[in-house]
């Protein structure tokens, strides 16, 4: 199951929770005012391989730097 980042509308609280996808939009109560008024919000990620970033990451690249390093511009 997934974990889902939301925040309440009420007290402005974020949080997480695991659930079911089919469940991801469904009302969450807040952990700490009990509302059920909350939005999801967009939960960002970061890979890495081999101590490479290769997703979530804008840093400049080439044609060349699909594998990781490159000696064309220097990116890794």
């Given at each position: 199951m997934p974990i889902?980042?939301?925040?309440c509308q009420d007290c402005r609280r974020e949080y997480d929770l695991?659930?079911?996808m089919k469940?991801?939009?469904a009302p969450a109560?807040?952990?700490s005012c009990?509302?059920?008024k909350s939005k999801r919000k967009l939960s960002l990620c970061n890979?890495?391989?081999g101590g490479k970033a290769v997703a979530g990451t804008n840093a400049p690249s080439c044609s060349g730097c699909a594998?990781?390093?490159c000696g064309t511009c220097g990116h890794g």
């Open positions: 889902y980042e939301y925040v695991l659930r079911p469940e991801a939009d109560a807040c952990d009990g509302s059920r890979a890495q391989s594998g990781g390093s």
